[in-house]
């Protein structure tokens, strides 16, 4: 028993370090956000004419907005191929490609966002330009970064399937169910929780995801008034200007970072505490 | 009366069969869209970049900014960031799922605090995990622009990512096995080693790729922590350039540098392709055993 | 005798020390050696790096790490001393006087069409229409019926700055239709989309322009974008390429500035689009 003990010291202890990792980060966001939440206050971040640092003007809402669309419209785009991809490699798919399906997706999820970003650039942009403008706005950003945290999706959804009793798929068959009829009654309700983390965790990379969506999105500081119309995002607005800010300016954009944590952990906790619920 | 009820059956029969045919129908339509949309992706890097490959471009030294030469000690830089990132992040990974998943069925306290937090983690963006490294590696511990640093920040990037899926793999492990394996007296430590991670190797490695395909993907993170330098590293402790930020660096900096960009990126696919096969390959190796072992004790 | 003796030594020790002391940047001199941290701009990362590395090569016992992250940075890294150099694809402002600039070379500022577009040229007062939207359409400043789509940099950067005041536009009354960070990214987007105007580094433009990307820089004031009329300081829009220092500075990152801004790497200068400057030339003051 005196192993077990030690078990569960020692993972406990590793969990403890895994967890506090987040708290130092967001000490360090807090110490070099500090000048500038004294200074300005919190109010001028929502209250502001515009976001123009240079000239004392911080509004971040309408950024806050387009982080928001544009990793909602990723998880839609994301949530309904990936678990579907998921299915098709479980039950619907050939063995032969299924093995090949699931390589594919792995090898998606190893591409750098920067060709994502060229891709989207080079490919997707002039095409959705047809409808007008340059083609960099939020529609392309939100179809790139869908694309990106699609395998996040499909390979949680997978495991998760995949690790479902056999008996159970053989059960509801012997009964007499259609494929359609096992995978919506039995199989996803079975993987819920897995797909629900596969999705929780494609929501939080899409919030995380920088530099493909810096190069798609238009990066223009507007409320979007269509899906159309470009946007920035929290994490897009820091990599643009953090390399040439100087000290006030770049305590400011600390202060976005904070706030793009804030919006997560406002989501986690909603989410973590509806399923509290449920449970 | 008997008429009927065959007819409703058979009508039953038929709206049966149909939502099957929609079903199937959506289903691969949604996985070729998928398929059809990455092969898309991969022909368009292969296209612009394969030209520019042949051997002397994988192991030469880079010239004139990356136009010219290869990206030798670039691959060499590369391995070393994901060994360390690797080395650090799966142990503690595996030991925080183990945590999380002690209690079957019920949830405590300090798992569901854990989960949160590594929730937020997730969502932290990529450049300011790469700000935090720069601060708390580089120069609070002092190891400066190192291979060391940017491992190390990449590890608390993947984080989150790997705990998710070792946790979902653990957790898949059907319930009673670990009933059966407490009921002959095994310990947990036993259980564990013997039973529950055999079982859930498959899964493991599958987050683990996972995890290797988000670090070999990340470029701002790393700019700040393991740095621009293209020179062959000699330890862990010297900079070192990844490929994603050469990617980066060659088409958005280097005009001219579009080519050879795509170029390293066929060779970073390339690469996780060897990785994904590698890891296929020693689980059904693993699995192979498994197996027989379990064959001869039946 | 003894005399003789003692002035002989005393001579041979003077031809030592002179030997030892003069040859600093010949190739086979060893008394040069350490290492050298340099971080900033990623305009200047490229080919910082480059010059570093012929350097090195000439005195086997340095090492130069060359870093990159943005002007703002190499600015913070050398106040704080975690760099030894800092780069900076700008002049320094007001309040950076406490460090001390030495520029390496210059480059000019350019406006950049698609190739299809048929306009010749734009006067200062139409670009800052089309910059503050009052020109929407190509018609308007006598070029085909086309929206005009306004690619902007983002605050902070260099060439922004330069733009702005050489056209006298405060950033806020800017309506822009996408903003960019990097110079290729202005380029992809202009290359991409045949209403787009934007402005970019003109050797980058060069660069692209050569490797068959479709854009067109305009000429300024009448005279051409071109690196050429920007190192004989005709073209009016242009900025400095720095190396950043705080006051007392070791040996070796002086060593390692002249060596910059000398004529023996004005190949490396020229390989990666730049000027070089001359001493005593002052193209972007």
């Not at chain 1, 309904?80 to 998606?108: D, M």
């Not at chain 1, 009654?185 to 929501?203: C, F, K, N, Q, Y």
């Not at chain 1, 990379?205 to 929290?234: D, K, Q």
Request: proline share 4%; glycine share 10%; hydrophobic share 50%.
């Amino acid at each position: 028993m005196r192993s077990d003990r030690s078990l569960t010291i020692v993972t406990r202890t590793l969990a403890a370090i895994s967890a506090a990792i987040v708290l130092l980060i967001i000490g360090f966001l807090l110490r070099e956000a500090a000048p500038a939440l004294r200074q300005l206050g919190l109010s001028r971040f929502f209250t502001d004419e515009s976001w123009h640092p240079l000239s004392s003007q911080f509004n971040l809402t309408p950024m806050i907005v387009a982080t928001l669309v544009t990793s909602a419209g990723a998880i839609l785009i994301a949530a309904p191929l990936g678990i579907a991809s998921a299915v098709f490699v479980n039950f619907y798919a050939p063995h032969r490609l299924a093995v090949w399906h699931r390589r594919l997706i792995e090898l998606l999820a190893g591409i750098p966002s920067v060709v994502f970003g060229l891709w989207g650039l080079m490919v997707l942009a002039p095409i959705v330009a047809t409808f007008g403008g340059s083609g960099q706005n939020l529609f392309t950003a939100t179809i790139v970064l869908g694309l990106m945290v699609l395998p996040t999706v499909a390979l949680l959804s997978d495991a998760a399937i995949a690790a479902l009793p056999r008996p159970w798929i053989q059960g509801a068959a012997a009964l007499g169910m259609g494929r359609s009829a096992i995978i919506g009654w039995v199989v996803l309700p079975g993987a819920r929780r897995g797909i629900g983390s596969g999705i929780m965790l494609a929501l939080t990379r899409a919030f995380g995801e920088t530099m493909a969506v810096l190069m798609l999105a238009g990066n223009i500081v507007e409320m979007p008034s269509s899906l159309l119309s470009p946007g920035r995002t929290l994490n897009a607005n820091i990599a643009l200007e953090l390399g040439y800010a100087t000290a006030g300016h770049r305590s400011v954009l600390f202060v976005s970072g904070l706030m793009l944590m804030l919006v997560v952990s406002c989501i986690v906790l909603l989410i973590s505490h509806r399923r509290g619920h449920q449970a | 009366m008997n008429d009927s009820g065959t007819a409703t059956s058979r009508v039953i029969g038929v709206r049966h069969h149909r939502r099957e045919v929609c079903v199937t129908v959506a289903v691969w339509t949604a996985a070729m869209s998928v398929i059809g949309l990455l092969i898309w992706i991969l022909t368009d890097i292969a296209v612009r970049g394969l030209a520019e490959i042949d051997f002397g471009f994988l192991i030469s030294d880079m010239q004139n900014a990356g136009r010219e030469g290869g990206i030798g000690p670039i691959i060499l830089s590369t391995g070393l960031i994901l060994l360390v990132c690797l080395v650090v992040s799966i142990p503690l990974s595996f030991g925080t799922a183990i945590a999380l998943t002690e209690r079957i069925g019920q949830e405590t306290g300090f798992a569901c605090n854990v989960r949160r937090s590594l929730d937020v983690l997730a969502g932290v963006p990529s450049i300011v995990f790469g700000l935090f490294g720069n601060a708390f590696f580089a120069i609070t511990l002092g190891l400066g622009y190192s291979i060391l640093s940017g491992g190390l920040t990449l590890a608390c990037m993947v984080l989150p990512i790997l705990i998710r899926t070792s946790e979902q793999a653990l957790r898949a492990v059907p319930a009673e096995y670990q009933y059966a394996a407490a009921a002959l007296g095994m310990k947990r430590t036993t259980i564990l080693f013997r039973v529950v991670l055999p079982v859930a190797m498959p899964a493991l490695a599958a987050g683990v790729v996972l995890s290797i395909g988000r670090a070999l993907a990340e470029t701002a993170a790393l700019l700040f922590t393991s740095g621009y330098v293209a020179r062959s590293p000699e330890s862990l402790l010297d900079s070192g350039r990844s490929l994603s930020v050469h990617i980066y660096d060659l088409a958005m900096n280097v005009p001219g540098g579009g080519a050879r960009a795509y170029a390293t990126a066929c060779v970073l696919v390339a690469l996780l392709l060897m990785i994904n096969l590698a890891t296929a390959f020693l689980l059904r190796m693993t699995g192979v055993r498994h197996r027989s072992t379990t064959g001869g004790t039946c | 005798m003894k005399y003789f003796l003692s002035m002989s030594f005393v001579l041979l020790c003077l031809t030592l020390a002179g030997c030892t002391s003069s040859p600093s940047t010949n190739s086979n001199s060893n008394e040069l050696s350490g290492q050298l941290t340099l971080t900033g701009s990623s305009t200047v990362a490229p080919l910082a790096a480059e010059i570093a590395k012929r350097f090195e090569r000439q005195h086997s016992k340095v090492r130069i790490d060359v870093q990159t992250g943005g002007s703002g940075k190499g600015i913070a890294d050398v106040r704080r001393g975690v760099a030894d150099i800092g780069m900076a694809s700008r002049r320094l402002a007001s309040d950076e006087t406490d460090l001390t600039a030495h520029q390496i070379a210059a480059d000019g500022v350019g406006l950049i069409v698609h190739q299809s577009n048929s306009i010749a040229e734009l006067s200062p007062d139409q670009i800052i229409a089309i910059y503050t939207d009052k020109s929407n359409n190509w018609q308007d400043v006598g070029g085909d019926d086309k929206k005009i789509t306004v690619v902007h940099k983002a605050e902070g950067r260099a060439t922004l700055e330069v733009f702005l005041k050489h056209f006298g536009i405060d950033n806020p009354s800017v309506k822009s239709d996408v903003i960019v960070g990097e110079n290729e990214h202005a380029i992809k987007t202009v290359a991409g989309t045949e209403g787009a105007i934007g402005y970019v580094s003109i050797g980058t433009a060069e660069a692209d322009i050569e490797s068959g990307v479709p854009i067109r820089l305009l000429p300024l004031d009448g005279v051409e974008a071109k690196t050429v009329n920007v190192a004989s300081g005709a073209f009016p829009m242009s900025r400095p390429l720095n190396l950043v220092t705080a006051d007392p500075s070791s040996q070796l990152a002086m060593e390692f500035i002249q060596f910059c801004q000398s004529a023996d790497v004005h190949d490396l200068v020229k390989s990666q689009y730049f000027v070089p400057i001359t001493k005593g030339s002052d193209i972007a003051k």
